[in-house]
């Protein structure tokens, strides 16, 4: 080919990569994605699932909480060096990564910002194979974005902690495609970081941070908003939805079958924790008596290198309260069931378990529960913290205590439509059968 036939080639793919640029400026932008829990295919019973799914989320709120020891303000590195600690799952998105791109599934993370992969090898992403990897210089914006990198022959690099051992990073730009068959998108010139490691210990090829961070795809894909589905896990594993951009609305839901409005609630921000989700919760009802908790309880705080507050997050799958807001929960539960409570001896897993009465069963009346956050009201079906444990018979409370940090989980939000406007600050919701949707 001759040397002008390259020169004009180039400057198509160019002006390909552009138009994708044009579309997401014009508003136009926008994609879905399946997401897939990372342990569908373990062959878990619910109750397995969920005593995994516990300590899982144990690990994954110490984390969380260990932000509060980085130094302030924690940087995207810091705070996904600390989180990739306890980043079993919860949700793998699929994604493809250069030109041509190869698909990778990555875990979905809403508490950080980074996105990267891991490079190492050529069973993942091999930037010499990519027509379109670009490593950042030190002297990007991007670049600085990241806190404290340091700089190897003037390109944007840092270490990576990944168990025990210490990885390098570059930061770089290539082009991601996302969506399904029928929504994808190409975008050129996304920052990530490309990290010299090889594992088979993560679910996936690497982290996509959905925080509220500048390095987050959710900002640098320039309209930031995105919304989720999950499924129940207790049908037969259905995926559940991502909608990104313009997809990102609650009128994708039957509000017919579904059922309840549209709630919303702003955001809360923690200055030092900038990539952090956070809720203004105000309080909790069991079986319609608005519980006697302090709301200070829930307050965010920055004292004495501990922080506190409400954060909403994926990767953590149970909930888990304040111990101050989940003994009331537990007291409430305990008076209103009316059932002896079983000794559980775990105290890692679900501790807050009745036993059904001996055949023949009478009726048991489930006291409905609900979150109080500020401007919305989140009326949990019973699947959302109820469980039977079919070995014990035990009936179950699907939630856990925690010590400074409230963190609202997975499990949770299931069958609620959930939309996060960064723009607007403004988390809304809706009940909605996300297996249909
Ligand atoms: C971490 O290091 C310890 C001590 O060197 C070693 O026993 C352990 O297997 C390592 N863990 C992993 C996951 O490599
Ligand atoms: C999506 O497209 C790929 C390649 O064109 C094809 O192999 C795959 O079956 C398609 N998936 C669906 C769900 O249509
Ligand atoms: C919404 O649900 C109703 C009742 O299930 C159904 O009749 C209607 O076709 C649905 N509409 C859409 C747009 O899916
Ligand atoms: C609960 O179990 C523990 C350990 O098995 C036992 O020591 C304790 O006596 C039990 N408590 C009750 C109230 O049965
Ligand atoms: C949280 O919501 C309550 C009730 O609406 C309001 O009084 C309070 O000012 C809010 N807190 C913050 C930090 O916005």
Same mark, same amino acid.
């Given at each position: 080919?001759?040397?002008?036939?390259?020169?004009?080639?180039?400057?198509?793919?160019?002006?390909?990569?552009?138009?994708?640029?044009?579309?997401?400026?014009?508003?136009?932008?926008?994609?879905?994605?399946?997401?897939?829990?990372?342990?569908?295919?373990?062959?878990?019973?619910?109750?397995?699932?969920?005593?995994?799914?516990?300590?899982?989320?144990?690990?994954?709120?110490?984390?969380?909480?260990?932000?509060?020891?980085?130094?302030?303000?924690?940087?995207?590195?810091?705070?996904?060096?600390?989180?990739?600690?306890?980043?079993?799952?919860?949700?793998?998105?699929?994604?493809?990564?250069?030109?041509?791109?190869?698909?990778?599934?990555?875990?979905?993370?809403?508490?950080?910002?980074?996105?990267?992969?891991?490079?190492?090898?050529?069973?993942?992403?091999?930037?010499?194979?990519?027509? &379109?990897? *670009?490593? =950042? #210089?030190? $002297?990007?914006?991007?670049?600085? %974005?990241? @806190?404290?990198? /340091?700089? !190897?022959?003037?390109?944007?690099?840092?270490?990576?902690?990944?168990?025990?051992?210490?990885?390098?990073?570059?930061?770089?730009?290539?082009?991601?495609?996302?969506?399904?068959?029928?929504?994808?998108?190409?975008?050129?010139?996304?920052?990530?970081?490309?990290?010299?490691? &090889?594992? *088979?210990? =993560? #679910?996936? $090829?690497?982290?996509?941070?959905? %925080?509220? @961070?500048?390095? /987050?795809? !959710?900002?640098?894909?320039?309209?930031?908003?995105?919304?989720?589905?999950?499924?129940?896990?207790?049908?037969?594993?259905?995926?559940?939805?991502?909608?990104?951009?313009?997809?990102?609305?609650?009128?994708?839901?039957?509000?017919?079958?579904?059922?309840?409005?549209?709630?919303?609630?702003?955001? =809360?921000?923690?200055?030092?924790?900038?990539?952090?989700?956070?809720?203004?919760?105000?309080?909790?009802?069991?079986?319609?008596?608005?519980?006697?908790?302090?709301?200070?309880?829930?307050?965010?705080?920055?004292?004495?290198?501990?922080?506190?507050?409400?954060?909403?997050?994926?990767?953590?799958?149970?909930?888990?309260?304040?111990?101050?807001?989940?003994?009331?929960?537990?007291?409430?539960?305990?008076?209103?069931?009316?059932?002896?409570?079983?000794?559980?001896?775990?105290?890692?897993?679900?501790?807050?378990?009745?036993?059904?009465?001996?055949?023949?069963?009478?009726?048991?009346?489930?006291?409905?529960?609900?979150?109080?956050?500020?401007?919305?009201?989140?009326?949990?079906?019973?699947?959302?913290?109820?469980?039977?444990?079919?070995?014990?018979?035990?009936?179950?409370?699907?939630?856990?205590?925690?010590?400074?940090?409230?963190?609202?989980?997975?499990?949770?939000?299931?069958?609620?439509?959930?939309?996060?406007?960064?723009?607007?600050?403004?988390?809304?919701?809706?009940?909605?059968?996300?297996?249909?949707?």
């Amino acid at each position: 080919m001759s040397r002008l036939a390259v020169f004009l080639l180039f400057l198509l793919q160019l002006q390909l990569q552009h138009s994708s640029v044009v579309r997401a400026a014009n508003g136009d932008f926008g994609f879905t994605a399946t997401l897939r829990r990372a342990d569908a295919n373990m062959g878990y019973t619910e109750v397995e699932r969920l005593g995994h799914a516990f300590k899982r989320t144990k690990a994954r709120v110490a984390a969380l909480q260990s932000l509060a020891t980085a130094p302030p303000p924690t940087s995207a590195v810091t705070e996904a060096r600390i989180l990739v600690r306890a980043s079993a799952g919860e949700y793998l998105m699929d994604l493809g990564i250069g030109t041509p791109p190869r698909f990778f599934t990555a875990i979905l993370d809403t508490a950080h910002d980074l996105i990267w992969t891991q490079c190492a090898s050529s069973q993942y992403f091999d930037p010499a194979r990519s027509a &379109t990897y *670009s490593p =950042l #210089p030190c $002297s990007s914006p991007t670049c600085g %974005g990241l @806190g404290f990198p /340091s700089c !190897v022959k003037s390109m944007c690099e840092f270490d990576y902690f990944y168990v025990n051992s210490t990885k390098h990073a570059v930061l770089a730009t290539e082009t991601f495609t996302f969506g399904t068959n029928t929504t994808r998108v190409t975008v050129p010139s996304i920052a990530f970081a490309c990290v010299d490691l &090889t594992t *088979s210990l =993560l #679910p996936g $090829s690497g982290m996509v941070g959905f %925080g509220r @961070g500048s390095l /987050s795809l !959710v900002r640098q894909l320039g309209s930031p908003r995105f919304s989720y589905c999950l499924a129940p896990s207790r049908s037969p594993p259905t995926p559940s939805r991502l909608y990104f951009g313009e997809y990102a609305t609650l009128q994708t839901t039957n509000m017919s079958s579904g059922g309840g409005p549209v709630q919303s609630t702003p955001f =809360l921000t923690d200055p030092e924790r900038p990539s952090l989700y956070f809720l203004n919760m105000t309080g909790i009802s069991v079986g319609g008596h608005r519980l006697p908790i302090d709301p200070s309880v829930f307050a965010m705080d920055q004292d004495n290198g501990f922080f506190s507050g409400v954060i909403i997050d994926t990767v953590a799958t149970i909930t888990h309260l304040v111990r101050p807001a989940y003994d009331a929960v537990r007291a409430a539960f305990v008076s209103q069931i009316k059932l002896p409570l079983l000794n559980v001896t775990s105290p890692d897993g679900m501790n807050t378990c009745f036993m059904w009465p001996p055949p023949p069963r009478k009726s048991v009346t489930l006291p409905q529960l609900v979150f109080h956050f500020d401007g919305a009201d989140m009326e949990l079906p019973f699947d959302n913290y109820m469980m039977v444990d079919d070995k014990s018979g035990g009936l179950c409370l699907v939630m856990g205590p925690a010590g400074d940090v409230t963190v609202i989980g997975s499990f949770q939000q299931q069958n609620f439509h959930m939309l996060y406007d960064l723009k607007n600050s403004l988390l809304s919701f809706v009940p909605a059968p996300c297996n249909l949707v």
